[in-house]
């Protein structure tokens, strides 16, 4: 009472209160601008970059003036030039390339480095280059920056986190400080952690470069947000009611930067019978409101939906789930008196169910992070024990992952005693990402519709139960006239050659032959247009002749007279050689030399393995013939590579 006395219960204007906000925002902005600048930059395909991107920016911003950006931000390269610091996150695409948003600035940095080597660093300069004022790249622009790349990638593929690590040397060849070495994320392994090891080492090598003046206990309140314990209890998580709804497609469309339409399964066919085998279908999908537009090599992403009956089982270990048909923002705090914010990863005024079905994916193995959480919500306490000891032991963790392979709704069966908070547990799972798949027509051919060929991914799962793949199951199994959201991707790196006359060689196995029907269809167009196109030669794999895909097509296309062969390896007929499609192509190495010596196009779709194995061959025809030696051929299909005569187009 003391400190009230003798003053007087005034309201404060609206006028007032804005002049307080506007002096306490200048001497913020003053504040920050005595801070030293550090930009972080994401490159994905997914959003988990965007997710580390945004961990390490809220570390950095503890000490530094430190903004996120995408790679592909216009005027990116001055972006750089004004920042002390520069951290880059970035996954890999394919075998070895850039994110689909990160193909212009590996362009341009790739352009940098050949003028480099000619002593030249004139953009201006570089041929068939048409570059705008979004591209410009300032001069001096790494002059004294000091950076970081973090790489994601999967040790299954064998060009590993290769573009991350290509930047981190180009960087550093240009004349980049690194300031650590290249942070290395696996998704086989413990990505999350190797993370947090690399980008603490990260702040504390930028704060001793820059000589950043802090106190002991601010740099370890910094760090230590890095190591929180995630918080357990459900008065940290809540779902707000909204008065307004949103849009499915307008959600998704946004959480996945794409222009989502209502997609109509029109067609669905099988492609072979093999009875022990997984099946390949072709499927035509319609958008509803409009006449697709795309050209043969490009993709479309299909939003997948979960199971039904996998809903139902998660809800049985929800306590006090919001009403279904209600919009909903999902939202969390860091403390008791912080503030509510909402979850990033999930869009607002959505139902209950339309998050469930269309955007929390419940298949991946639950993070250590959602393990403590169902162990502080175990009413047994062996299930508590065993829960508590996998959020805290890796090696626990990583065996129990491998053994058992168990997504939230198997993992809670497994502990059946958890009752969790559902805002709890949705906010510590994944996002649903779209599946794209390489199309498989044409828009003259099929007209309203799109054609995929599909593999679908079907197997027994390690709980006993037969599972299919979320999208190939959806597509395999949904009623004709079932709707599905998705979207048109376009790939301009993946396109037949502008001339018609020129030869193209199409190397696949499996449902990677997808895009090279498309291309035939093409090739078929323009034969009847007068266009006269050149050669097209097939190699194609499968396991005998009765997975020989789509040959039906190939052989009525010949018959009418266009220039086109099919070359088929079978790796499990009776009776033949075992061939896989890279030996067939070995086979033929004279024509597949013609066929570079003449610069016709070779394009390659279909697993990371087999389309490495091609590359290899496509090595040793250059190499026999040119007798060069094996980093000179690598060379040269680099250079295909980006003339646009070897085009791949590569799934894991």
């Given at each position: 009472?003391?400190?009230?006395?003798?003053?007087?219960?005034?309201?404060?204007?609206?006028?007032?209160?804005?002049?307080?906000?506007?002096?306490?925002n200048s001497i913020y902005k003053k504040l920050l601008s005595k801070r030293q600048k550090v930009s972080v930059f994401y490159a994905t395909e997914t959003g988990t970059s965007k997710k580390f991107?945004?961990?390490?920016?809220?570390?950095?911003?503890?000490?530094?003036?430190?903004?996120?950006?995408?790679?592909?931000?216009?005027?990116?390269?001055?972006?750089?030039?004004?920042?002390?610091?520069?951290?880059?996150?970035?996954?890999?695409?394919?075998?070895?390339?850039?994110p689909t948003m990160a193909?212009?600035?590996?362009?341009?940095?790739?352009?940098?480095?050949?003028?480099?080597?000619?002593?030249?660093?004139?953009?201006?300069?570089?041929?068939?280059?048409?570059?705008?004022?979004?591209?410009?790249?300032?001069?001096?622009?790494?002059?004294?920056?000091?950076?970081?790349?973090?790489?994601?990638?999967?040790?299954?593929?064998?060009?590993?986190?290769?573009?991350?690590?290509?930047l981190d040397s180009s960087l550093y060849t240009l004349g980049g400080d690194r300031l650590v070495s290249v942070g290395l994320g696996d998704e086989l392994g413990n990505q999350e952690g190797a993370f947090k090891v690399w980008v603490k080492q990260t702040f504390l090598t930028a704060c001793e470069d820059l000589s950043i003046q802090t106190t002991n206990l601010k740099m370890a309140e910094a760090i230590n947000m890095m190591n929180k314990a995630p918080v357990a209890d459900t008065s940290f998580y809540r779902w707000r009611i909204m008065e307004r709804g949103t849009e499915l497609n307008d959600a998704l469309g946004k959480t996945h930067n794409a222009d989502m339409k209502t997609m109509t399964l029109t067609r669905r066919e099988n492609l072979h019978n093999e009875p022990n085998e997984s099946p390949t279908i072709l499927v035509s999908l319609s958008p509803c409101d409009l006449k697709p537009i795309y050209e043969p090599g490009d993709h479309m992403g299909v939003c997948p939906k979960n199971d039904v009956e996998d809903i139902d089982r998660l809800m049985e270990h929800f306590k006090n789930p919001p009403a279904e048909n209600q919009p909903l923002a999902l939202e969390t705090k860091s403390e008791l008196k912080a503030p509510w914010l909402p979850v990033d990863t999930y869009?607002?005024?959505?139902?209950?169910?339309?998050?469930?079905?269309?955007?929390?994916?419940?298949?991946?193995?639950?993070?250590?992070?959602?393990?403590?959480?169902?162990?502080?919500?175990?009413?047994?306490?062996?299930?508590?024990?065993?829960?508590?000891?996998?959020?805290?032991?890796?090696?626990?963790?990583?065996s129990w992952k491998h053994e058992h392979e168990a997504g939230i709704v198997e993992t809670l069966t497994m502990f059946p005693s958890v009752k969790v908070c559902s805002a709890t547990v949705i906010s510590n799972l994944p996002t649903i990402k779209p599946r794209r798949y390489s199309i498989a027509s044409t828009k003259e051919w099929e007209g309203n519709e799109v054609g995929l060929v599909v593999g679908v991914v079907d197997y027994t799962h390690k709980s006993g139960k037969r599972r299919f793949g979320l999208a190939t199951g959806n597509l395999a199994n949904y009623t004709i006239g079932s709707l599905l959201p998705g979207f048109l991707r376009s790939e301009t790196s993946f396109r037949l050659p502008e001339d018609p006359k020129k030869d193209v060689m199409l190397i696949a196995?499996?449902?990677?032959?997808?895009?090279?029907?498309?291309?035939?269809?093409?090739?078929?167009?323009?034969?009847?247009?007068g266009k006269e196109p050149g050669k097209t030669v097939i190699y194609f794999g499968c396991r005998n002749k009765k997975m020989n895909l789509l040959k039906d097509e190939t052989d009525r296309l010949a018959q009418s007279g266009l220039k086109i062969e099919r070359h088929v390896a079978y790796s499990q007929e009776p009776g033949m050689k075992k061939e896989y499609v890279q030996d067939k192509v070995w086979d033929d190495f004279m024509m597949v030399y013609k066929m570079i010596k003449d610069e016709g196009a070779i394009y390659v779709c279909g697993k990371v393995k087999m389309a490495q194995a091609v590359q290899d061959v496509l090595k040793r025809v250059l190499e026999k013939f040119l007798r060069i030696d094996g980093e000179d051929a690598q060379k040269m299909i680099l250079k295909m590579k980006k003339d646009g005569r070897y085009q791949e187009d590569i799934f894991g």
């Open positions: 009472l003391w400190m009230k006395h003798g003053r007087k219960n005034t309201k404060k204007s609206l006028k007032a209160v804005s002049w307080m906000l506007l002096f306490w991107a945004t961990s390490a920016s809220q570390l950095f911003q503890t000490t530094f003036d430190c903004k996120v950006y995408p790679i592909n931000t216009p005027n990116v390269f001055s972006l750089i030039k004004e920042s002390k610091v520069a951290i880059f996150v970035t996954s890999t695409f394919g075998n070895g390339e850039a193909t212009g600035f590996d362009n341009k940095l790739t352009d940098l480095m050949e003028c480099m080597k000619q002593e030249s660093c004139d953009l201006s300069l570089t041929p068939n280059k048409d570059y705008s004022t979004e591209d410009f790249v300032p001069e001096d622009w790494i002059k004294n920056l000091h950076f970081g790349v973090f790489a994601l990638g999967s040790s299954a593929y064998p060009n590993f986190a290769a573009f991350g690590k290509l869009p607002k005024g959505l139902t209950f169910g339309e998050l469930l079905t269309h955007f929390v994916d419940i298949r991946p193995v639950p993070s250590q992070t959602l393990l403590r959480i169902l162990s502080e919500n175990a009413q047994d306490n062996k299930e508590k024990e065993t829960l508590l000891k996998l959020s805290k032991n890796f090696d626990a963790y990583s196995a499996g449902s990677g032959i997808s895009p090279f029907r498309g291309f035939w269809m093409k090739r078929g167009e323009q034969l009847q247009s």
